[in-house]
């Protein structure tokens, strides 16, 4: 697992920083204005919709298709799967007809604090990108039929096409007509399906028509994603109350939020999501082979890794948020203020990191298990407090009291996730994972001293952004020469597999010249 992690890493690496190019052109194009806010709105909506209907069917489908596949070979999971998607086709149409009916009240939902040019300019940006659930439903299934095929690449590589397009969107958007944004979020989403197609079919995928709403498999699939349907419904609650409350607090305060959420998005999509991926498929093979032991070890493995890359990454956003906005947003239409907003909402959102990160794994490891009641009522009772800290944070904080919230009820609920998940599968390492978290927190902090003096020297010699880009350097060789010494096991392995690919590199090199 830690080898294929490291490689969709390397991949996810890439995307992500032309992801960022994508998040750089709005905020130099639009800032942290109305249009950006409408914008932006108009793609929360269908993610916020559909999210949670795309997330269930992929938790159910992955076990499910493991367990057709094991009993009755590929040609049967491949009817399952046209099945489905044909299910998905009708429950997306139906979703978008509703919200091409109701698109004024619904944008009213999501950002109650939306007037005037600013609410048309949203509705008529959503009534466009609704489209796109249709996409977004093929890719959430596609995604998994590959992960199931060991393909982990081709899915962290749909990012590329995606940006490209809603950057070629937005240069098109500033230079012509205001509505190629949203045209360009719709044919974006459809060119991250367009890549997956080919290999879907490499794999042996052939679409059949079939539908049969009576088939054991899907009746079975929807008692198992109904739970997460609830649960991710849940978060989704939680993005609402973000997004009305950032609405009223300041203009802007959306844009603000939305590029801080990048910014902690980033650090998860490349770490936690990539391990997620990684793992989730193999130990829902363990789980159907009864091979607890194996998915304990898993599970251990996958905590330990996240902590290992996400902690360090939490004390870095912690200590350069506003460096790091004003280097990576900090030019054209992203004014002083915008600079203040985002830093301030990215400080807050990084203590939640580690919480949110193992939040996923441990979901992950409940959803291999069949079990997706545990995970769902944590989340309700994790909504629960984020909205009530919302109304109070958020009146002395203002943005930044809206993403803490969100840190806090994070925390809390992975908490939840860790008792829950003990009593249902026994011990799973706990003991060596708090070592290696200690260790892990306390190289962090080292790193984190290190960096902030060396970018104070610095400042005397050269300008903000070189000296952020040269201590960030400095902590990051800091940070993994103390974890080495440190003896934990997952480095360790890390360490070990990258001298045996260097090696196996040099006797090719030399098997080649000779």
């Known amino acids: 697992m830690k080898k294929t992690a490291l490689i969709i890493m390397i991949v996810t690496i890439f995307s992500k920083v032309v992801g960022f190019g994508r998040e750089i052109t709005l905020s130099y194009f639009y800032g942290a204005s109305n249009i950006s806010d409408a914008f932006l709105i108009s793609l929360t909506i269908p993610s916020a919709v559909f999210s949670f209907i795309g997330t269930g069917i992929s938790t159910g489908y992955i076990p499910l298709y493991s367990k057709i596949e094991q009993k009755y070979g590929q040609k049967e999971g491949n009817r399952y799967t046209s099945n489905l998607i044909n299910i998905l086709l009708i429950i997306c149409t139906g979703i978008i007809i509703s919200g091409l009916l109701f698109t004024d009240q619904i944008v009213k939902i999501f950002a109650s604090g939306f007037e005037g040019d600013t609410l048309v ?3 008529k940006f959503t009534r466009i990108s609704l489209f796109g659930i249709y996409f977004t439903g093929l890719l959430s299934i596609f995604k998994g039929f590959l992960q199931l095929k060991e393909n982990y690449v081709v899915p962290a590589l749909i990012g590329f096409p995606m940006n490209f397009f809603i950057i070629l969107s937005i240069l098109l958007s500033f230079k012509t007509n205001i509505s190629v944004l949203a045209i360009g979020s719709v044919i974006a989403t459809a060119s991250q399906l367009a890549l997956l197609v080919p290999f879907v079919r490499k794999e042996g995928y052939r679409y059949k028509f ?25 978060n989704q609650i ?15 305060g959306i844009s603000a939020l939305n590029y801080a959420e990048k910014l902690n998005g980033f650090v998860q999509g490349l770490f936690v999501m990539t391990i997620a991926a990684v ?36 004390v870095g956003a912690m200590i350069f948020a506003e460096p790091v906005v004003k280097l990576l947003f900090g030019r054209g239409a992203f004014d002083v203020a915008a600079i203040s907003m985002t830093s301030n909402a990215l400080f807050f959102y990084s203590i939640g990191m580690v919480g949110v990160g193992l939040r996923e794994i441990l979901s992950r490891a409940f959803y291999s298990l069949q079990d997706t009641k545990t995970p769902m009522i944590n989340a309700a009772i994790a909504m629960t407090i984020n909205i009530i800290l919302n109304m109070v944070l958020s009146k002395f904080l203002g943005i ?18 860790f008792v829950s998940l003990r009593k249902k599968i026994g011990s799973f390492g706990m003991k060596n994972t708090t070592i290696s978290f200690i260790k ?21 010699y050269f300008g903000s952004n070189l000296s952020l880009t040269i201590s960030i350097c400095i902590g990051a060789f800091v940070y993994f020469m103390i974890v080495y010494f440190m003896k934990i096991d997952e480095v360790d ?10 090696k196996s590199y040099a006797v090719n090199g030399i098997i080649k010249k000779v």
Not at 210 to 234: C, F, Q
């Open 121 to 123: 300019l949203a509705v």
């Open 440 to 460: 892990i927190l306390v190289s962090s902090l080292i790193m984190g001293i290190v960096a902030y003096l060396a970018y104070n020297f610095l400042l005397s």
């Open 400 to 417: 930044g009291g809206l993403a803490l919230a969100t840190s806090i009820s994070a925390i809390f609920c992975t908490g939840l996730l």
């Open 493 to 502: 392995s890390l360490v070990d597999s990258a001298k045996k690919k260097l």
């Open 238 to 252: 939680n993005v609402l109350v973000d997004k009305t409350l950032a609405s009223g607090i300041a203009i802007g």
């Open 210 to 234: 079939v539908l049969d709403t009576k088939d054991e498999y899907i009746r079975k699939m929807l008692s198992i994603a109904l739970p997460v349907i609830i649960g991710v419904s849940v």
């Open 279 to 314: 793992m989730y498929p193999m130990i829902a093979k363990m789980a159907a082979q009864s091979n607890f032991d194996g998915l304990k070890k898993s599970v251990s493995e996958a905590i330990n890794l996240i902590n290992l890359f996400v902690i360090p990454a939490t």
